[in-house]
C-alpha cells in the first residue's frame, strides 16, 4: 500500500496582496454612478423641454382649422395694422381723454381702430348731465373731433356712477 502523507491544516488566512483593488474598483463605480444620475437629470429635463414644445406645437396646430392656409399678404397686414396702432398719438388722446373727465366721470375702458381712425371711450357718469358735459369736451379736444354719444345705460344697482356710456370720437390727425 501506499504510504500518506501527513495533512498540514493552516487556520491562519493569508495576508490579501492588493487592498487598493477594492478601493479603487469602489471609487469608480461611485463615480460612474454620479455620473449617470447626472445623465438621467439632463435627460429628464430635455424631455421636459421637448413635451413643452409638442404642446405648444400641438395647441397651434389646433388653432388653425385643417386646411386652412395662410395668404402671404397676411402677415404683412398684420405689421401694418400694428404700425397703425404705434402711430396713433397716443399722448395727445390720452391728456384729450383725460382732460375732459370731470368729478363725476371715470373712465372704464378706450379703444383705438386706426383702421377707420376712430377712438371709442366706455366711461361711467354721476348724472346724465356730467355725461353730455363729458362728450361735448371730447369733441372740443386738439387730437379728437366730432365726439358723440353711441350708447348708454342707466344701472339700477345705485352707487356713485349709475350710468354707463359709450362716446366715439374720430381722430383728428387721422389718415
Do not use: C, N
Amino acid at each position: 500500500m501506499r504510504r500518506l502523507r501527513p495533512l498540514a491544516l493552516d487556520f491562519v488566512a493569508k495576508r490579501r496582496r492588493a487592498p487598493w483593488v477594492g478601493v479603487a474598483a469602489l471609487v469608480a463605480s461611485i463615480g460612474i454612478a454620479a455620473a449617470m444620475v447626472q445623465r438621467l437629470g439632463e435627460i429628464a429635463a430635455e424631455r421636459t423641454a421637448l413635451q413643452a414644445r409638442l404642446d405648444l406645437l400641438q395647441a397651434g396646430a389646433r388653432a388653425v382649422p385643417p386646411g386652412a392656409t395662410r395668404a402671404p399678404g397676411d402677415e404683412a397686414k398684420g405689421v401694418e395694422r400694428i404700425t397703425r396702432q404705434l402711430a396713433l398719438p397716443w399722448p395727445q388722446m390720452i391728456e384729450s381723454i383725460e382732460a375732459a373727465a370731470g368729478r363725476q366721470v371715470a373712465l372704464l375702458q378706450v379703444q383705438p381702430e386706426p383702421e377707420r381712425g376712430l377712438l371709442r371711450v366706455t366711461a361711467e357718469a354721476g348724472t346724465p348731465q356730467a355725461m353730455l358735459e363729458y362728450v361735448q369736451r371730447l369733441g372740443e379736444s386738439r387730437a379728437l373731433v366730432g365726439a358723440h354719444l353711441v350708447s348708454h345705460q342707466v344701472r339700477r344697482e345705485g352707487g356713485a356712477r349709475p350710468i354707463q356710456f359709450v362716446a366715439q370720437a374720430a381722430l383728428r390727425d387721422s389718415p
